[in-house]
């Protein structure tokens, strides 16, 4: 219960009580007692006696660790107008069997990997204003669909950004790459000054949640023609994106590879 709730202030948690504290760690963890792997769970319910304020709907969330979660479910609350009351977020190794049944709460997630038999899992409980008759299924919904784009994302992130490192080398190699290219404005910038700013992004400065690809080819002129290319095809991924488009980028993205391969 102290891993559990390791960044709530005590001020926060003596109004609720002690029956209240324990039994919104008990409702998570019948939660989380089978997860299987790679999935989200998320489970919109009345607080009833496992809240921590009065009055309030609660939405406990299980899933592995990373990044962009609790921004990217933050932005989806406030898409359904809502905002937390509520937020408590511990990041917990767990141990669990081929079939998802949760068997130890291991410790907390402190930065390091962890063990060959462990997962990294972020378990979120939130609090928020009681919600009309069926938006509770909406927002499950939608916060799954959300959770699903965090993952590719996530997934996607080391190949991302080994794509931009690729492209950044490339375009400091002189011989590999043209001249300059000409931007709408009729001055020329050098492929030296932007392999070094894309490398530069790269080297943990900026976070790549989408990527792009498109045809590009030098000019006689030795500028590049058409749009310029993005860091690569390894995701269409963005954690803003509706069903429609997610189909479409998938779509995108095998056709992308299939060319390249092909």
Not at 26 to 41: D, E, T
């Amino acid at each position: 219960m102290r891993a559990y709730y390791r960044h709530v202030a005590d001020q926060d948690l003596a109004p609720a009580g002690p029956q209240r504290i324990a039994a919104i760690v008990r409702q998570q963890a019948l939660l989380a007692a089978q997860r299987p792997q790679g999935r989200a769970i998320v489970d919109v319910r009345p607080g009833g006696d496992a809240v921590l304020g009065p009055a309030s709907d609660v939405i406990d969330i299980v899933t592995d660790d990373m990044p962009f979660l609790v921004d990217s479910i933050t932005m989806e609350l406030t898409r359904h107008g809502l905002s937390a009351r509520v937020l408590v977020h511990p990041q917990l190794r767990i141990r669990r069997d081929i079939t998802g049944a949760m068997h130890q709460v291991a410790g907390l997630v402190n930065g390091a990997e962890p063990a060959r038999d462990e997962l990294a899992e972020s378990w979120t409980h939130i609090e928020i204003p009681r919600l009309g008759e069926g938006e509770d299924k909406i927002l499950a919904d939608d916060l799954q669909r959300v959770l699903g784009d965090v993952r590719v994302a996530a997934e996607d992130a080391s190949r991302m950004k080994a794509r931009a490192l690729y492209l950044a080398e490339m375009l400091l190699d002189e011989s590999a790459g043209p001249a300059g290219r000409a931007r709408d404005d009729g001055a020329v910038e050098s492929e030296p000054e932007i392999g070094a700013l894309l490398r530069w992004l790269a080297d943990g400065r900026f976070t790549f949640v989408a990527t792009g690809s498109t045809s590009w080819r030098r000019a006689r002129t030795g500028h590049w023609s058409g749009r310029w290319p993005g860091p690569g095809w390894a995701s269409c991924a963005t954690t803003a994106r509706t069903p429609a488009r997610s189909r479409s980028c998938r779509r995108s993205r095998e056709r992308t590879r299939s060319t390249r391969t092909g």
